[in-house]
C-alpha cells in the first residue's frame, strides 16, 4: 500500500502537467473505485470503449492530503485501440485533480497525469502488441 502512494505522488510530483483540455467534465458519470483496475474492465468491455470514475480509500485520502488538493482524484480511460487478441485494447488512463498544491509550486492547480497501457479481460498484457 505504500509503495504505490509513494509511486503515484513521485509521478504526479515529477510527470504531471497541468493541462484543461485532458479531462471529460466532471458532471460524467462516475464510478467510485479504489483503484483503476475496475475501470479498465469496463473500458475493455464497453461498446464505447470509455470508463470514468473517482479514486476513494486510502490512497486517494492519502494523495489528497499530501497536497492539500481541493477535489476528488478523477480517472478517465479511453480505448485507443482494440487489438487482434480478443479482449485486448491500448489504453489510456489518465487521472487528474484540481487545487493539487505541489512543493514549490506558488499557487494550487489542476494536475493531470496520464498513460498507456495494452491490457487483456484476463488482467494481462497481449501476447502481441498488434
Given amino acids: 500500500m505504500k ?3 509513494l509511486l503515484f505522488l513521485v509521478l504526479i510530483a515529477i510527470g504531471a502537467q ?3 483540455t485532458t479531462a471529460p467534465s466532471v458532471s460524467t458519470s462516475r464510478t467510485l ?3 483503476a483496475r475496475p475501470l479498465l474492465m469496463t473500458a475493455l468491455q464497453s461498446p464505447s470503449g470509455e470508463a470514468h470514475g473517482t ?3 486510502e490512497v ?3 494523495i489528497s492530503k499530501r497536497f492539500a488538493a481541493t477535489s476528488p482524484i478523477f480517472i478517465d480511460v479511453t480505448t485507443e485501440r482494440r487489438m ?3 479482449g485486448c485494447s491500448r489504453l489510456k488512463v489518465v487521472f ?3 487545487g493539487v498544491q505541489l512543493p514549490g509550486a506558488s499557487a494550487a492547480r ?3 497525469m496520464e498513460m498507456g497501457i495494452n491490457y487483456c479481460l484476463d488482467g494481462l498484457p497481449p501476447r502481441s502488441p498488434l
Fill in 3 to 5: 509503495r504505490s502512494i
Fill in 18 to 20: 497541468a493541462d484543461e
Fill in 33 to 35: 473505485v479504489p483503484d
Fill in 55 to 57: 479514486l476513494t480509500g
Fill in 60 to 62: 486517494a485520502d492519502a
Fill in 84 to 86: 487482434r487478441q480478443q
Fill in 96 to 98: 487528474w485533480q484540481d
Fill in 110 to 112: 489542476k494536475q493531470t
